[in-house]
């Protein structure tokens, strides 16, 4: 396949043009001369700096409005959580982002979006073949949608990320483009691979700490960063069930329990409205796995070999406080064979009213179908359920593993050099994510051979940090004046 070379300026500066239907998929130069002339309707440059509408919806009045649905004692704890920094603020801002995004250009190219590819929404975890995988992790607003969002949210990420690390203008640029550069160039790959080699492309922590040894001898890394990076994942080897089960379960009279920590972690016996009996609580919680059962990949799966033990409502993440969140603790063989679960609720995602309805009616199977789609390996306990909660109320949920040598990047210790090597990383991870549900060759044949695009989604990050820390100034405001309630959970 004949590499594209971009077109020149002058040619993508022409006005719109209808989008074109799209090629025959089995026709893979068609796809490429389709992405290429998406650039007329949608010229690269366009993607650059960031202006709020004269009509920008009030960013209080959304996080106001995103609240209403949740838990109301929480919410104050997400509201701290997210004063700590612009970044923090930025995490929980997905809904803010969401109407910005929709009012920028896109290529008109869909795929399964993540909805909010923060980089902190990036880490590793064990795969079902036991090895440690790393990829996307949140999918809580995952819709098709155009692959831009996605691509714009981490960049914006990292450079705010950057800013609360205190690092040069210089700095926070090469690490930006090269997010926005590894997606071109890994999407570039994915378009000229064998249909099945970019299906199963996948990245993993050996793979990764071989690259950074090799960007050591290359004198793009030093010997502090390959340390870190061997240290982070022997760290992550160690965050399993069994040690979240030492931390959160004790034995009360004979029985395992989970230890309340309110309000960070409530036990049902806690919750359980008057009338309500505990026996009550086990049937149904008996109901509720027999029925996710049937949602998880295989048939004879090793969750029928569980019991159900105990639950307890936790406070998990920043933008996810006030969604109702459980810990389910099973039982296997023994007290010795435990298993921990999270039911996390699925809402409406923030994409919703800008993109097309999803095509699945519970929210807890649009967010399981998003991430088998978009991840390399999915949690064999991956699946959803609807409930009716102690209110009556139904409420969708998807429950996964608790964890499983799960790891994230601690942005508290983030260096320059490794916040590049980073962002390239899970600038990749994102190109890998959408070439599986999206036009590979198209998205690649839009993006072209040069730094254009890099250049003008950096761009773009600048500009939308600066509108960031304006809302987090206005959302701090909120709080002090007393129109949003903060209150830290310690």
Not at 289 to 298: D, K
Not at 325 to 334: E, K, M, P, S, T
Not at 405 to 411: E, N, T
Request: glycine fraction near 6%; hydrophobic fraction near 40%; charge should be negative.
């Amino acid at each position: 396949m004949t590499p594209y070379h971009g077109a020149s300026d002058a040619a993508e500066s022409g006005a719109a043009a209808p989008a074109e239907p799209l090629p025959d998929p089995t026709d893979f130069a068609a796809r490429a001369e389709w992405g290429r002339a998406a650039r007329r309707r949608s010229p690269r440059a366009d993607h650059a700096g960031w202006a709020p509408a004269a009509d920008r919806p009030d960013p209080v009045a959304l996080l106001e409005e995103q609240a209403a649905n949740r838990v109301a004692e929480l919410i104050p704890i997400r509201h701290a959580r997210m004063m700590a920094s612009p970044f923090s603020f930025y995490r929980g801002a997905a809904v803010i982002m969401a109407a910005d995004l929709a009012a920028t250009a896109d290529s008109g190219i869909t795929v399964q979006i993540c909805g909010d590819a923060h980089l902190l929404n990036f880490g590793v975890f064990g795969t079902p073949e036991r090895t440690l995988g790393f990829d996307i992790n949140d999918f809580d607003e995952t819709l098709p949608g155009p692959w831009e969002w996605d691509l714009k949210r981490l960049a914006a990420s990292f450079e705010i990320a950057c800013r609360h690390r205190g690092f040069e203008a210089t700095e926070r640029h090469a690490i930006t483009v090269a997010a926005v550069r590894g997606y071109r160039e890994r999407m570039k790959r994915a378009a000229a691979s064998r249909v099945l080699e970019a299906w199963y492309d996948r990245l993993d922590a050996d793979a990764i700490a071989a690259w950074v040894r090799s960007e050591r001898r290359a004198g793009h890394a030093d010997k502090q960063q390959v340390e870190r990076t061997e240290s982070s994942f022997a760290k992550a080897r160690t965050r399993d069930s069994m040690r979240a089960f030492s931390k959160l379960v004790r034995l009360v009279d004979g029985e395992l329990r989970i230890t309340a920590d309110p309000p960070l972690i409530v036990p049902i016996d806690d919750l359980r409205p008057l009338g309500r009996t505990r026996e009550e609580d086990e049937q149904a919680m008996r109901h509720l796995l027999h029925t996710y059962q049937t949602t998880l990949p295989v048939a004879r799966h090793p969750l029928r070999e569980f019991t159900y033990v105990h639950m307890a409502r936790k406070v998990v993440g920043v933008g996810s406080v006030g969604t109702r969140a459980w810990i389910v603790l099973l039982q296997g063989r023994d007290r010795d064979d435990p298993l921990l679960l999270q039911a996390k609720e699925a809402q409406e995602s923030v994409l919703a009213r800008y993109l097309a309805p999803s095509e699945y009616a519970e929210h807890g199977e649009r967010v399981v179908r998003g991430q088998r789609m978009m991840q390399a390996a999915s949690d064999i306990f991956l699946g959803w359920q609807r409930v009716p909660g102690h209110d009556g109320v139904e409420r969708d949920f998807y429950l996964r593993q608790l964890h499983d040598w799960k790891g994230a990047l601690d942005v508290g210790e983030m260096v320059p050099v490794g916040a590049r090597l980073y962002a390239q990383v899970c600038g990749e991870t994102l190109a890998r994510a959408h070439a599986r549900s999206g036009d590979r060759v198209a998205i690649a044949g839009y993006l072209g051979e040069s730094d254009r695009f890099d250049e003008a989604v950096a761009d773009f990050a600048v500009a939308y940090a600066d509108q960031n820390e304006r809302d987090y100034r206005a959302f701090v405001a909120a709080v002090e004046s007393g129109r949003l309630l903060a209150e830290p959970e310690g």
